[in-house]
């Protein structure tokens, strides 16, 4: 294992330097924000759950805003703050992925690369104000796609609702940029998705296993590149592919990841992540090791059908995605998740400032407690490496009670 020193936050982030096919995939993650300056295609800036073909279907690049621009990972992403983001009317308690996102698209504000905010309203009322807040700010357009929520009663409805939904976005976007719509480009565009997808669920089941082969940091940013794919899933997908095959490789050894200690405690992580990288170091450092978290579950909870009716299909899968099901039936269906990686006990993360889980955290820790009847514990997620540190004892204590 090495400890980087640069580009990190003031808390050195541990990486498994032996994990080779790795380090492609992280210099794609840091090379994201200079790769949409050179792209030549419309750079569209979406919601971290947004699934990302919609918006190569239309011959735009989709950039997770929230990913690229609120991860910590360079000592200059300490100066975001929140300062640009108060300014242009955010409210201070709003959570930090926001913050420093806005923060860093309004310091640049005359020179953005970015041509459009496609926000999906409905389940992130926050980050839809951040995206009008930026729109306006910087003169581009705010386009909103309004996704129902999950309802087993209203199944057609709201299907035929999203399907609107979806149609009238293509067709606006078809008039104001020039774009033809085609569900043959759709359709090319989910295979390209799905391949990704089929890929992400192989290695989150390696996660399963005794010995796990990957550390925490190492998955969260591999799941991660299900936000827009990382501009090219044409790239990302050979690249995933590789880490798959290393991964398999050490499965087949039975090696366990650099880092992990022998009899490490199952953790599985509930909810949004921090933007401090060094969280996932923490769980080794505490004596547990990760085994799976749903920060992006959602865009790879299963793959879309490539059958004819494609707007249709996609409209039922949006529908369905874990983070739009309320809180009873998503605690039971994340439970059916969570059981196939073998936890021996699971973190809720509660970012300050997000409303969207801590309203169901109850809800979701009992209902977790009660159907795998392993130890449950919420964590409170603050915004710098200090906060982050201040967990240590929480989660020791909570490993040393699984042992
Ligand atoms: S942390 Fe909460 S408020 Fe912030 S982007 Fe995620 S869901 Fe929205």
């Known amino acids: ?13 541990r990486f498994d330097d032996s994990f080779e096919s790795f380090s492609r995939l992280w210099n794609l993650i840091l090379d994201s924000r200079n790769r949409i300056s050179s792209t030549r295609s419309r750079v569209i800036a979406k919601w971290r759950l947004f699934p990302p073909e919609i918006i190569f279907s239309m011959g735009a690049t ?8 609120g991860l910590v990972t360079t000592k200059d ?36 690369d970015i041509d459009m905010f496609l926000a999906a309203a409905g389940f992130c009322d926050m980050s839809s104000k951040s995206w009008q807040t930026m729109a306006r700010r910087i003169g581009k357009p705010f386009y909103s796609i309004e996704i129902p929520p999950f309802n087993f009663e209203s199944e057609n409805n709201a299907v035929s609702f999203i399907l609107q939904e979806l149609s009238s976005m293509f067709n606006r976007l078809s008039r104001r940029r020039g774009y033809k719509f085609s569900e043959e480009r759709l359709l090319e565009e989910i295979k390209k998705g799905n ?10 089941e390696f996660l399963s296993t005794q010995s796990v082969p990957v550390s925490a940091l190492e ?13 090219d899933p044409d790239i990302t997908g050979p690249i995933l592919n590789r880490i798959k095959t290393e991964i398999e490789s050490r499965n087949k050894n039975g090696e366990t990841a650099p880092g992990i200690q022998d009899g490490a ?18 769980i080794e ?19 879309i059908p490539e059958h004819t009716n494609v707007q249709k299909e996609l409209a039922k899968w949006i529908w369905r995605m874990p983070h739009n099901i309320p809180s009873i039936e998503r605690s039971k269906i994340l439970t059916s998740y969570i ?3 073998n936890p021996d006990a699971v973190i809720i993360g509660n970012l300050v400032g997000c409303r969207n889980f801590s309203q169901s955290d109850r809800i979701v820790k009992e209902t977790i407690r009660e159907e795998l009847g392993i130890p449950v514990t919420s964590l409170e997620l603050g915004a710098s490496d200090e906060d982050i540190t201040l967990l240590e004892p929480h989660i020791r204590s909570l490993i040393d009670m699984c042992k």
């Open 62 to 69: 989709p950039y997770d805003l929230l990913l690229h621009e």
């Open 265 to 282: 405690t199952r953790i599985y992580f509930v909810g949004m992540a921090p933007q401090q990288l060094g969280f996932w170091n923490l």
């Open 285 to 303: 450092d505490c004596g547990g090791v990760s085994v799976g978290c749903d920060t992006y579950l959602s865009l790879f909870y299963e793959l």
């Open 77 to 112: 992403d300490e100066i975001n703050t929140s300062k640009y983001a108060i300014e242009a009317g955010l409210s201070a308690d709003c959570c930090p992925w926001n913050l420093s996102a806005v923060s860093k698209i309004l310091s640049k504000e005359n020179d953005s």
């Open 1 to 13: 294992m090495s400890e980087i020193t640069a580009p990190v936050s003031s808390r050195k982030i």
């Open 195 to 204: 391949y990704i997808r089929n890929l992400l669920s192989d290695i989150t």
């Open 339 to 341: 059981k196939k990686q």
């Open 219 to 231: 998955y969260f940013l591999i799941q991660a590149s299900a936000g827009d794919y990382l501009q």
